[in-house]
């Protein structure tokens, strides 16, 4: 369980909790980490802090430009900042010991189901990762209540259906968290199972909002065994199969 003590930083460029989770993967300090669709960079920054090298891929030129003047001033030298497209990226296969996807990409190539794209792009992921890597992944729940209505939804999956991806791609030893309130703003990080120990953390996580009673609907529905199939996200971690 990780539990990320709050304060009151909302933008996605300064929120640095959304990069902590990677940080306790048991990944090699002196390995080689990869972050797709990166983003602002904070992510990265936040790797930066702990692995020796970190690559962060990026497409969209605004932020691959923010991330170079982010990293320059920041000293960061230990990253590698590489414009891409999710479904085209440049590195051979077994290059990284850790790959990072905060929230699956909501379309991935031009052509096909989403649903198939979102597999061979997985696939793929996996091919860059050594014999004994990691992917970690966070994304939303697709019966999420309030999920179920956005048009965004394709790009969410539910607590079966992430599993079952994840394994189709070629990951096993799957292992299952609930972010909370959302993986955009990380408080609480707890495994999925045994129940007791997800009850527990919410019990013991005063600093999670209790805005109309969410904190005390997270407590009951763990109670009963339902937290981890209606909650917003996940953050889930998976090995290479060997």
């Known amino acids: 369980m990780?539990?990320?003590?709050?304060?009151?930083?909302?933008?996605?460029?300064?929120?640095?909790?959304?990069?902590?989770?990677?940080?306790?993967?048991?990944?090699?300090?002196d390995g080689k980490v990869l972050e797709i669709g990166a983003g602002s960079g904070i992510i990265s920054d936040v790797?930066?802090?702990?692995?020796?090298?970190?690559?962060?891929?990026?497409?969209?030129?605004?932020?691959?430009?923010?991330?170079?003047?982010?990293?320059?001033?920041?000293?960061?030298?230990?990253?590698?900042?590489?414009?891409?497209?999710?479904?085209?990226?440049?590195?051979?296969?077994?290059?990284?010991?850790?790959v990072i996807i905060n929230g699956l990409p909501e379309m991935v190539g031009e052509e096909g189901s989403v649903c198939a794209s979102h597999l061979q792009f997985l696939k793929d992921c996996a091919a860059l990762l050594t014999p004994t890597g990691k992917l970690a992944i966070s994304i939303r729940n697709q019966l999420y209540p309030k999920q179920l209505f956005r048009p965004e939804a394709d790009?969410?999956?539910?607590?079966?259906?992430?599993?079952?991806?994840?394994?189709?791609?070629?990951?096993?030893?799957l292992s299952m968290h609930i972010a909370l309130p959302t993986y955009h703003d990380p408080i609480l990080i707890a495994p999925t199972a045994p129940n007791a120990v997800l009850h527990d953390a919410l019990l013991s996580?005063?600093?999670?909002?209790?805005?109309?009673?969410?904190?005390?609907?997270?407590?009951?529905l763990s109670?009963?065994?339902?937290?981890?199939?209606?909650?917003?996200?996940?953050?889930?971690?998976?090995?290479?199969?060997?």
């Open 205 to 220: 996580a005063n600093s999670l909002p209790n805005c109309r009673g969410r904190r005390a609907a997270y407590i009951i």
């Open 47 to 98: 790797l930066a802090t702990y692995f020796q090298n970190v690559t962060a891929v990026e497409f969209d030129e605004t932020w691959v430009e923010f991330m170079r003047l982010r990293f320059q001033q920041d000293l960061r030298t230990n990253i590698s900042l590489v414009r891409a497209k999710n479904w085209e990226l440049p590195f051979r296969p077994e290059t990284f010991d850790l």
């Open 223 to 242: 109670r009963i065994g339902m937290l981890r199939y209606l909650l917003h996200s996940f953050v889930i971690s998976g090995e290479k199969h060997g």
């Open 155 to 173: 790009a969410a999956y539910s607590y079966w259906g992430i599993r079952r991806l994840l394994r189709l791609s070629g990951f096993t030893r």
């Open 2 to 29: 990780l539990l990320i003590s709050r304060y009151n930083i909302r933008r996605s460029f300064e929120n640095r909790r959304k990069g902590y989770f990677y940080l306790t993967l048991d990944s090699p300090v």
